[in-house]
């Protein structure tokens, strides 16, 4: 388990199988960076500490789950009533790895 940890400014990698993407991360990062940034400056990317997987299949379901406890986040910075509340006023339960990231 564990918590999203971002803060730093730059692109946040978040990789459930032990760094195995972060050099395709350092070139997608390069790839926005050229789009985003006016100058030429290498694109700093921080490896973000967050849940891992314990096998080599369920890197999609840790993804979505990551994205999940993102953008709960996000939305919990906007709207006090969100997100926990929200999904219960629904009937709607995270699953469980969601809601021990948004911890």
């Known amino acids: 388990g564990g918590r999203l940890g971002l803060g730093a400014p730059g692109f946040h990698h978040l990789d459930s199988h032990g760094g195995y993407n972060a050099r395709a991360a350092a070139a997608m990062a390069s790839a ?8 030429e400056r290498r694109p700093r990317v921080h490896e973000v500490l967050c849940a891992q997987q314990e ?3 369920d890197c999609g379901a840790y993804s979505l789950a ?10 919990a910075r906007h709207d006090a ?15 469980p790895l969601c809601a021990e990231l948004m911890a």
């Open 32 to 39: 926005f960076a050229r789009l985003l940034m006016a100058d």
């Open 55 to 57: 096998n080599g299949y």
């Open 66 to 75: 990551h994205a999940l406890a993102l953008a709960a986040r996000l939305w």
């Open 81 to 95: 009533e969100a997100p926990l509340g929200a999904a219960a006023a629904i009937g709607w339960e995270w699953p």
